[in-house]
C-alpha cells in the first residue's frame, strides 16, 4: 500500500496538530490527570491514522478489456437508472452512481480507455452526496472518453464534507483503462453515464471495488 499525493499536505498539518495537541495535554494534564491524557492521545493517534488511511492507495490486480467498462471508485452502487443528461448528451442515458462514503478509497479512475473529448467543471452545492439531486446540483467535474465502442461520461461530485475535487485530465489525451483521472476528498460521489443498452454486470447496493469491479460490457 503506498499513499496518494494528494495527501501529502493534510497529512503533514495532521501531524503537526496531533504533536501540537498532544503536548499541551501533556503540560496541562501530567501527572496529575494521565488518564485523561492517555485517552486524548489515544484519540488524536486515531483520527491522524484515519485521515492517512483516506488517502491509501491499495494494492490490485486491475481488470481490464475493450469491451469492459471497469468501476472509476471505490464505494456503494446506489444508483441505476435511466435519466436525461442536459449537459453533454443532450438525451437518454443510463446512470450508474457510486456513493463513496470517508472510509473507502478516494482514488478514480478512468473506465476505459479512450480519447479525452470532454472535460468540465461545475460550481455547485455540497448536498449529501446520497441526495438525487447531488448529480446535477452540487460541484462537479465531468469528464467524457470516447472510443471504437462509444462514449462514456464520468462524473466526480463533491459531497458534503467532499470540498475539493482534483482532476487529470486533458481534452485531447489519450488514456488508459484504470489508469488515474483525479481524486475526492474526504467523501463523495461519482456518476457513470453509459448509452442505453449497455449490458450492466452489477446490482443496486452492491459494493463496488474501482478498477476492479466490472460495471457493464458493451
Given at each position: 500500500?503506498?499513499?496518494?499525493?494528494?495527501?501529502?499536505?493534510?497529512?503533514?498539518?495532521?501531524?503537526?496538530?496531533?504533536?501540537?495537541?498532544?503536548?499541551?495535554?501533556?503540560?496541562?494534564?501530567?501527572?496529575?490527570?494521565?488518564?485523561?491524557?492517555?485517552?486524548?492521545?489515544?484519540?488524536?493517534?486515531?483520527?491522524?491514522?484515519?485521515?492517512?488511511?483516506?488517502?491509501?492507495?491499495?494494492?490490485?490486480?486491475?481488470?481490464?478489456g475493450d469491451n469492459k467498462i471497469i468501476?472509476?471508485?471505490?464505494?456503494k452502487l446506489v444508483v441505476i437508472e435511466?435519466?436525461?443528461?442536459?449537459?453533454?448528451?443532450?438525451?437518454?442515458?443510463?446512470?450508474?452512481?457510486?456513493?463513496?462514503?470517508?472510509?473507502?478509497?478516494?482514488?478514480?479512475?478512468?473506465?476505459?480507455?479512450?480519447?479525452?473529448?470532454?472535460?468540465?467543471?461545475?460550481?455547485?452545492?455540497?448536498?449529501?452526496?446520497?441526495?438525487?439531486?447531488?448529480?446535477?446540483?452540487?460541484?462537479?467535474?465531468?469528464?467524457?472518453?470516447?472510443?471504437?465502442?462509444?462514449?462514456?461520461?464520468?462524473?466526480?461530485?463533491?459531497?458534503?464534507?467532499?470540498?475539493?475535487?482534483?482532476?487529470?485530465?486533458?481534452?485531447?489525451?489519450?488514456?488508459?483503462?484504470?489508469?488515474?483521472?483525479?481524486?475526492?476528498?474526504?467523501?463523495?460521489?461519482?456518476?457513470?453515464?453509459?448509452?442505453?443498452?449497455?449490458?450492466?454486470?452489477?446490482?443496486?447496493?452492491?459494493?463496488?471495488?474501482?478498477?476492479?469491479?466490472?460495471?457493464?460490457?458493451?
Open positions: 500500500m503506498t499513499i496518494h499525493k494528494e495527501g501529502t499536505a493534510s497529512i503533514v498539518i495532521a501531524a503537526i496538530i496531533v504533536a501540537v495537541a498532544s503536548l499541551i495535554a501533556n503540560y496541562f494534564l501530567m501527572p496529575r490527570f494521565g488518564y485523561i491524557y492517555l485517552a486524548i492521545l489515544f484519540i488524536l493517534i486515531v483520527l491522524f491514522l484515519f485521515i492517512v488511511s483516506f488517502f491509501r492507495i491499495p494494492q490490485r490486480q486491475f481488470s481490464s468501476a472509476p471508485a471505490d464505494g435511466e435519466m436525461v443528461d442536459d449537459e453533454y448528451f443532450k438525451g437518454t442515458r443510463l446512470q450508474l452512481s457510486i456513493f463513496m462514503s470517508p472510509a473507502n478509497v478516494h482514488v478514480n479512475r478512468y473506465p476505459i480507455s479512450g480519447k479525452v473529448i470532454y472535460n468540465q467543471y461545475h460550481k455547485g452545492k455540497y448536498l449529501v452526496a446520497w441526495n438525487p439531486k447531488s448529480s446535477t446540483e452540487n460541484e462537479r467535474q465531468s469528464v467524457v472518453i470516447q472510443n471504437n465502442k462509444g462514449k462514456i461520461l464520468v462524473k466526480q461530485i463533491a459531497g458534503a464534507l467532499a470540498k475539493r475535487i482534483c482532476n487529470y485530465a486533458k481534452v485531447n489525451e489519450e488514456v488508459k483503462q484504470n489508469n488515474e483521472l483525479g481524486f475526492i476528498k474526504f467523501g463523495s460521489r461519482v456518476d457513470v453515464l453509459l448509452p442505453i443498452g449497455t449490458d450492466i454486470k452489477v446490482q443496486l447496493n452492491q459494493k463496488i471495488v474501482g478498477g476492479v469491479t466490472v460495471l457493464a460490457t458493451w
